[in-house]
Protein backbone atom coordinates (compact mmCIF):
# COMPACT_ATOMS: atom_id res chain seq x y z
CA UNK A 1 0.00 0.00 0.00
CA UNK A 2 1.49 3.14 -0.76
CA UNK A 3 2.17 6.07 1.70
CA UNK A 4 0.47 8.63 2.81
CA UNK A 5 2.49 11.89 1.57
CA UNK A 6 2.46 15.07 2.17
CA UNK A 7 4.22 18.41 1.30
CA UNK A 8 4.13 21.58 2.52
CA UNK A 9 5.58 24.10 0.13
CA UNK A 10 5.64 27.66 -1.26
CA UNK A 11 5.10 28.05 -5.13
CA UNK A 12 8.13 30.12 -5.51
CA UNK A 13 10.59 28.06 -3.21
CA UNK A 14 13.13 26.26 -5.78
CA UNK A 15 14.07 22.91 -3.35
CA UNK A 16 9.67 22.90 -3.24
CA UNK A 17 9.59 22.29 -6.93
CA UNK A 18 12.81 19.76 -6.86
CA UNK A 19 11.38 17.88 -4.35
CA UNK A 20 7.96 17.57 -5.59
CA UNK A 21 9.63 16.53 -9.62
CA UNK A 22 11.49 14.51 -7.16
CA UNK A 23 8.43 12.94 -6.45
CA UNK A 24 6.94 12.62 -9.39
CA UNK A 25 9.42 11.25 -11.40
CA UNK A 26 9.44 8.21 -8.84
CA UNK A 27 5.50 7.75 -9.29
CA UNK A 28 4.61 8.60 -5.55
CA UNK A 29 1.41 10.38 -5.19
CA UNK A 30 1.72 12.97 -2.79
CA UNK A 31 -0.78 15.74 -1.59
CA UNK A 32 0.80 19.76 -2.23
CA UNK A 33 0.38 21.71 0.63
CA UNK A 34 0.93 25.73 -0.37
CA UNK A 35 1.52 26.76 2.86
CA UNK A 36 1.93 30.81 1.52
CA UNK A 37 -1.74 30.84 1.34
CA UNK A 38 -3.19 28.35 4.07
CA UNK A 39 -1.83 29.98 7.48
CA UNK A 40 -3.35 27.29 9.68
CA UNK A 41 -1.30 24.81 7.53
CA UNK A 42 1.93 26.94 7.91
CA UNK A 43 1.43 26.66 11.60
CA UNK A 44 0.32 23.13 11.54
CA UNK A 45 4.04 22.44 9.26
CA UNK A 46 5.98 24.89 11.77
CA UNK A 47 4.38 22.63 14.70
CA UNK A 48 5.30 19.21 13.20
CA UNK A 49 8.54 20.27 12.10
CA UNK A 50 10.21 23.06 14.51
CA UNK A 51 10.86 25.19 12.16
CA UNK A 52 9.83 27.69 9.59
CA UNK A 53 11.97 26.31 6.22
CA UNK A 54 9.98 24.67 3.22
CA UNK A 55 9.66 22.79 1.84
CA UNK A 56 8.70 19.98 4.93
CA UNK A 57 7.85 16.62 3.94
CA UNK A 58 5.96 14.55 6.15
CA UNK A 59 6.08 10.69 4.99
CA UNK A 60 3.20 8.73 7.06
CA UNK A 61 4.32 10.89 10.59
CA UNK A 62 8.15 11.21 9.38
CA UNK A 63 9.22 14.33 9.25
CA UNK A 64 12.07 15.53 6.93
CA UNK A 65 12.68 19.34 6.54
CA UNK A 66 14.60 20.29 2.72
CA UNK A 67 14.99 18.37 -0.01
CA UNK A 68 16.90 15.82 1.03
CA UNK A 69 16.53 13.16 -1.36
CA UNK A 70 18.54 10.49 0.69
CA UNK A 71 15.87 11.08 3.80
CA UNK A 72 12.92 10.49 1.35
CA UNK A 73 14.24 7.36 -0.22
CA UNK A 74 15.00 5.63 3.12
CA UNK A 75 11.26 6.86 4.16
CA UNK A 76 9.99 5.96 1.20
CA UNK A 77 12.08 2.70 0.85
CA UNK A 78 12.98 3.38 -2.69
CA UNK B 1 42.73 7.32 -16.52
CA UNK B 2 39.14 8.00 -15.45
CA UNK B 3 36.78 9.50 -18.09
CA UNK B 4 38.37 12.44 -20.03
CA UNK B 5 36.46 15.20 -21.51
CA UNK B 6 37.57 18.48 -23.06
CA UNK B 7 35.56 20.56 -20.79
CA UNK B 8 34.00 19.84 -17.15
CA UNK B 9 32.08 22.95 -16.38
CA UNK B 10 31.57 23.23 -12.29
CA UNK B 11 28.11 24.60 -11.47
CA UNK B 12 25.03 25.21 -13.07
CA UNK B 13 23.86 28.83 -12.17
CA UNK B 14 23.50 31.51 -14.80
CA UNK B 15 27.15 31.67 -15.86
CA UNK B 16 27.92 27.93 -15.99
CA UNK B 17 24.43 26.67 -18.08
CA UNK B 18 25.57 29.51 -20.18
CA UNK B 19 29.16 27.99 -20.92
CA UNK B 20 27.61 24.59 -21.43
CA UNK B 21 25.51 26.44 -24.09
CA UNK B 22 28.68 27.89 -26.52
CA UNK B 23 30.24 24.59 -25.40
CA UNK B 24 27.65 22.49 -26.50
CA UNK B 25 27.30 24.34 -29.64
CA UNK B 26 31.09 24.11 -30.09
CA UNK B 27 30.84 20.58 -30.63
CA UNK B 28 33.31 20.07 -26.86
CA UNK B 29 33.00 16.60 -25.71
CA UNK B 30 31.34 17.98 -22.39
CA UNK B 31 30.58 17.27 -18.76
CA UNK B 32 28.66 19.76 -16.40
CA UNK B 33 29.26 18.52 -12.93
CA UNK B 34 26.59 20.92 -10.20
CA UNK B 35 24.74 20.75 -7.05
CA UNK B 36 21.75 22.10 -8.51
CA UNK B 37 20.60 24.03 -11.54
CA UNK B 38 19.43 27.75 -11.09
CA UNK B 39 22.29 28.68 -8.94
CA UNK B 40 21.22 31.93 -6.84
CA UNK B 41 18.90 32.66 -10.29
CA UNK B 42 16.29 30.39 -8.98
CA UNK B 43 15.91 31.85 -5.46
CA UNK B 44 16.28 35.92 -6.58
CA UNK B 45 12.50 37.39 -6.25
CA UNK B 46 11.45 39.43 -9.32
CA UNK B 47 14.06 40.19 -12.03
CA UNK B 48 13.51 43.24 -14.09
CA UNK B 49 17.27 43.45 -15.43
CA UNK B 50 17.77 41.04 -17.81
CA UNK B 51 17.53 41.90 -21.31
CA UNK B 52 14.28 40.71 -22.70
CA UNK B 53 12.56 40.12 -19.65
CA UNK B 54 11.04 42.99 -18.10
CA UNK B 55 9.85 41.51 -15.67
CA UNK B 56 10.62 37.35 -14.80
CA UNK B 57 10.60 35.43 -10.88
CA UNK B 58 13.85 34.33 -10.39
CA UNK B 59 12.73 30.27 -10.39
CA UNK B 60 11.09 31.29 -13.54
CA UNK B 61 14.17 32.81 -15.28
CA UNK B 62 16.26 29.64 -14.22
CA UNK B 63 13.74 27.07 -15.50
CA UNK B 64 14.05 28.94 -19.07
CA UNK B 65 18.13 28.36 -18.49
CA UNK B 66 17.40 25.03 -16.98
CA UNK B 67 15.13 23.99 -20.61
CA UNK B 68 17.79 25.71 -22.79
CA UNK B 69 20.62 24.03 -21.40
CA UNK B 70 18.71 20.90 -21.73
CA UNK B 71 18.56 21.04 -25.82
CA UNK B 72 21.85 20.21 -25.76
CA UNK B 73 23.62 16.65 -25.89
CA UNK B 74 26.63 16.68 -23.46
CA UNK B 75 26.77 14.94 -19.93
CA UNK B 76 25.54 16.32 -16.86
CA UNK B 77 25.98 15.24 -13.05
CA UNK B 78 23.46 16.68 -10.97
CA UNK B 79 23.18 16.81 -7.16
CA UNK B 80 26.76 16.11 -6.96
CA UNK B 81 29.44 18.26 -5.12
CA UNK B 82 32.89 18.94 -6.54
CA UNK B 83 35.28 18.04 -3.53
CA UNK B 84 38.61 19.23 -5.12
CA UNK B 85 40.35 20.54 -8.62
CA UNK B 86 43.50 19.76 -9.75
CA UNK B 87 46.22 20.13 -12.14
CA UNK B 88 48.05 16.76 -13.40
CA UNK B 89 51.46 16.62 -14.07
CA UNK B 90 49.59 15.08 -17.58
CA UNK B 91 48.17 18.29 -18.12
CA UNK B 92 44.93 16.91 -17.93
CA UNK B 93 42.86 18.57 -14.71
CA UNK B 94 41.48 16.48 -11.85
CA UNK B 95 37.86 17.06 -10.52
CA UNK B 96 36.94 14.60 -7.48
CA UNK B 97 33.52 14.64 -6.16
CA UNK B 98 31.64 12.83 -3.96
CA UNK B 99 30.65 10.09 -6.25
CA UNK B 100 33.39 9.96 -8.34
CA UNK B 101 36.97 11.19 -10.65
CA UNK B 102 36.82 12.69 -13.47
CA UNK B 103 39.51 14.34 -15.69
CA UNK B 104 39.54 17.05 -18.62
CA UNK B 105 42.13 19.27 -20.73
CA UNK B 106 40.29 21.93 -19.49
CA UNK B 107 37.66 23.62 -16.64
CA UNK B 108 35.45 26.30 -16.24
CA UNK B 109 35.07 26.99 -12.42
CA UNK B 110 31.67 28.28 -12.04
CA UNK B 111 30.51 27.87 -8.53
CA UNK B 112 28.80 31.24 -7.67
CA UNK B 113 28.53 32.51 -4.43
CA UNK B 114 26.52 31.88 -0.88
CA UNK B 115 25.12 34.01 1.83
CA UNK B 116 27.55 35.43 3.63
CA UNK B 117 26.50 35.17 7.53
CA UNK B 118 26.16 37.91 9.67
CA UNK B 119 27.95 36.49 12.80
CA UNK B 120 25.32 37.55 15.17
CA UNK B 121 24.74 36.25 18.41
CA UNK B 122 21.72 33.52 18.39
CA UNK B 123 22.04 33.60 14.23
CA UNK B 124 23.06 29.81 14.41
CA UNK B 125 20.27 28.93 17.01
CA UNK B 126 17.43 30.62 15.80
CA UNK B 127 18.24 29.46 11.96
CA UNK B 128 14.94 28.24 9.86
CA UNK B 129 13.37 29.44 13.49
CA UNK B 130 12.66 32.49 11.87
CA UNK B 131 15.74 33.13 10.43
CA UNK B 132 15.90 32.49 6.80
CA UNK B 133 19.05 33.73 4.24
CA UNK B 134 16.23 33.30 1.22
CA UNK B 135 13.41 35.17 1.14
CA UNK B 136 12.35 33.79 -2.01
CA UNK B 137 11.45 30.39 -0.34
CA UNK B 138 10.39 31.47 3.20
CA UNK B 139 8.71 34.78 2.75
CA UNK B 140 5.75 33.57 2.59
CA UNK B 141 5.65 31.63 6.22
CA UNK B 142 5.72 35.36 7.64
CA UNK B 143 2.09 36.27 6.66
CA UNK B 144 0.93 39.27 9.26
CA UNK B 145 4.30 39.54 10.79
CA UNK B 146 6.89 41.73 11.18
CA UNK B 147 10.20 41.34 10.19
CA UNK B 148 13.71 42.55 9.53
CA UNK B 149 15.85 42.38 6.65
CA UNK B 150 19.88 42.68 7.12
CA UNK B 151 21.39 44.46 4.75
CA UNK B 152 21.47 47.78 2.31
CA UNK B 153 21.97 46.39 -1.26
CA UNK B 154 19.76 44.98 -3.80
CA UNK B 155 19.51 41.98 -2.47
CA UNK B 156 18.33 43.48 0.67
CA UNK B 157 16.09 45.52 -1.18
CA UNK B 158 14.49 42.74 -3.14
CA UNK B 159 13.83 40.95 -0.17
CA UNK B 160 12.07 44.36 1.54
CA UNK B 161 10.03 44.53 -1.39
CA UNK B 162 8.83 40.68 -1.63
CA UNK B 163 7.67 41.08 2.08
CA UNK B 164 6.15 44.25 1.57
CA UNK B 165 2.99 42.15 0.04
CA UNK B 166 3.08 39.28 3.12
CA UNK B 167 3.97 41.16 6.31
CA UNK B 168 2.73 43.88 8.40
CA UNK B 169 5.70 45.93 8.96
CA UNK B 170 9.45 45.31 7.21
CA UNK B 171 12.29 47.09 8.96
CA UNK B 172 15.91 47.50 6.90
CA UNK B 173 18.77 47.30 9.67
CA UNK B 174 21.78 48.66 7.10
CA UNK B 175 25.17 48.99 8.34
CA UNK B 176 26.16 51.70 6.06
CA UNK B 177 24.62 55.60 6.13
CA UNK B 178 22.64 55.09 3.26
CA UNK B 179 21.09 52.10 0.95
CA UNK B 180 23.03 51.49 -1.86
CA UNK B 181 20.43 49.51 -4.11
CA UNK B 182 19.38 50.46 -7.63
CA UNK B 183 17.14 53.36 -7.50
CA UNK B 184 14.15 52.10 -8.47
CA UNK B 185 14.17 49.40 -6.14
CA UNK B 186 15.13 52.36 -2.76
CA UNK B 187 12.23 54.43 -4.71
CA UNK B 188 9.78 51.35 -4.25
CA UNK B 189 10.65 50.86 -0.56
CA UNK B 190 11.28 54.44 1.18
CA UNK B 191 7.91 55.54 -0.68
CA UNK B 192 5.90 52.40 1.46
CA UNK B 193 4.16 52.86 4.90
CA UNK B 194 5.51 49.60 5.90
CA UNK B 195 8.82 50.43 5.67
CA UNK B 196 11.08 51.59 8.56
CA UNK B 197 14.97 51.96 7.41
CA UNK B 198 17.35 51.86 10.37
CA UNK B 199 21.06 53.58 8.89
CA UNK B 200 24.06 53.05 10.61
CA UNK B 201 22.71 50.34 12.16
CA UNK B 202 24.34 46.25 13.40
CA UNK B 203 22.21 43.44 14.28
CA UNK B 204 24.19 42.79 17.78
CA UNK B 205 21.99 40.10 18.83
CA UNK B 206 18.61 37.66 17.75
CA UNK B 207 16.82 36.73 20.40
CA UNK B 208 13.64 34.52 21.20
CA UNK B 209 11.78 31.55 22.91
CA UNK B 210 11.64 28.60 20.51
CA UNK B 211 11.30 31.05 17.43
CA UNK B 212 12.97 34.72 16.95
CA UNK B 213 10.81 37.19 18.43
CA UNK B 214 13.55 40.31 18.65
CA UNK B 215 16.79 41.16 17.15
CA UNK B 216 18.96 43.59 19.20
CA UNK B 217 20.28 46.90 16.96
CA UNK B 218 22.97 48.41 18.13
CA UNK B 219 22.99 52.20 16.55
CA UNK B 220 25.46 55.12 17.83
CA UNK B 221 26.55 53.28 20.56
CA UNK B 222 22.98 52.69 21.96
CA UNK B 223 21.29 49.03 21.98
CA UNK B 224 17.12 48.61 20.87
CA UNK B 225 15.48 45.89 20.95
CA UNK B 226 12.96 45.61 18.53
CA UNK B 227 10.09 42.82 18.17
CA UNK B 228 10.17 40.98 15.07
CA UNK B 229 9.26 37.33 14.17
CA UNK B 230 11.33 37.18 10.96
CA UNK B 231 14.98 38.12 10.56
CA UNK B 232 16.02 38.07 6.62
CA UNK B 233 20.03 38.41 6.30
CA UNK B 234 21.00 39.87 2.79
CA UNK B 235 24.56 41.34 3.62
CA UNK B 236 26.42 39.88 0.48
CA UNK B 237 28.26 36.83 -0.52
CA UNK B 238 31.03 34.72 0.30
CA UNK B 239 32.45 33.02 -3.12
CA UNK B 240 32.18 29.19 -3.47
CA UNK B 241 35.91 28.97 -4.10
CA UNK B 242 37.14 26.68 -1.40
CA UNK B 243 37.19 22.93 -4.13
CA UNK B 244 40.58 24.59 -5.72
CA UNK B 245 42.81 25.87 -3.29
CA UNK B 246 45.93 26.77 -5.57
CA UNK B 247 44.52 29.15 -7.53
CA UNK B 248 45.42 33.06 -7.46
CA UNK B 249 42.24 34.12 -5.22
CA UNK B 250 41.75 37.96 -4.16
CA UNK B 251 41.04 39.21 -0.43
CA UNK B 252 37.55 37.89 -0.16
CA UNK B 253 38.49 34.22 -1.81
CA UNK B 254 37.30 35.51 -5.24
CA UNK B 255 39.44 33.58 -8.11
CA UNK B 256 41.12 35.96 -10.11
CA UNK B 257 40.21 36.40 -13.94
CA UNK B 258 41.68 38.39 -16.37
CA UNK B 259 39.64 39.77 -19.49
CA UNK B 260 39.34 36.60 -21.15
CA UNK B 261 38.68 34.71 -17.77
CA UNK B 262 41.80 33.20 -17.25
CA UNK B 263 42.85 32.34 -13.70
CA UNK B 264 46.27 31.68 -12.46
CA UNK B 265 46.39 28.17 -14.00
CA UNK B 266 46.73 27.79 -17.49
CA UNK B 267 43.77 25.54 -18.68
CA UNK B 268 41.30 26.44 -15.82
CA UNK B 269 38.88 28.83 -16.80
CA UNK B 270 36.26 30.88 -14.30
CA UNK B 271 32.81 32.66 -14.67
CA UNK B 272 30.42 34.58 -12.39
CA UNK B 273 29.88 35.54 -8.91
CA UNK B 274 33.07 33.00 -8.10
CA UNK B 275 35.18 35.26 -9.73
CA UNK B 276 36.78 39.14 -8.89
CA UNK B 277 34.62 40.26 -11.82
CA UNK B 278 33.66 43.90 -10.90
CA UNK B 279 29.91 43.16 -10.15
CA UNK B 280 27.53 40.22 -9.22
CA UNK B 281 24.48 40.37 -11.74
CA UNK B 282 22.43 37.52 -13.35
CA UNK B 283 23.22 38.76 -17.14
CA UNK B 284 26.81 39.74 -16.03
CA UNK B 285 27.26 35.57 -14.94
CA UNK B 286 25.77 34.77 -18.01
CA UNK B 287 28.27 36.78 -20.13
CA UNK B 288 31.12 35.72 -18.47
CA UNK B 289 30.44 31.99 -18.88
CA UNK B 290 30.00 32.50 -22.52
CA UNK B 291 33.30 33.89 -22.55
CA UNK B 292 34.57 31.51 -20.77
CA UNK B 293 33.86 28.76 -22.69
CA UNK B 294 34.85 31.17 -26.09
CA UNK B 295 38.43 30.90 -24.01
CA UNK B 296 38.15 27.50 -23.41
CA UNK B 297 37.93 26.34 -26.86
CA UNK B 298 40.01 29.12 -28.01
CA UNK B 299 43.09 26.97 -25.28
CA UNK B 300 41.82 24.00 -26.99
CA UNK B 301 42.42 24.55 -30.56
CA UNK B 302 45.61 25.94 -29.38
CA UNK B 303 46.73 23.00 -27.82
CA UNK B 304 45.59 20.55 -30.64
Redesign the interface.
Known amino acids: MSKNVLVYSTPTCPYCTKAKEFLKTNNIEFENIDVSVDQAKADEMIKKSGQMGVPVIDIEGSIIVGFDQEKIKAALDL | MPNTYDLIIIGAGPGGITAAVYAARKGLKLLVITK?I?GQA??SGNVENYTGYQFV?G?QL?AKFEEHLRKFNFELKE?EAVKEVKCENSGYIRIKTDKGIYAAKTAIIATGARWKELNALGEREFK???L?Y?A??????F??KTVAVIGGGNSALDAAIQLINIATHVYIINIASNITGDRIMQEKVAKNKKVTIFNNSRVAAISGD??VNAIVVKRGGKEEKISVQGVFVEIGLNPNSEIIPNIEKNKKGEIEIDKDNHTSIPGIFAAGDVTDVSEKQIIIAAGEGAKAALSAFKYLTRQA
Open positions: DGALPPASNRGTCTCDGPLRDKF
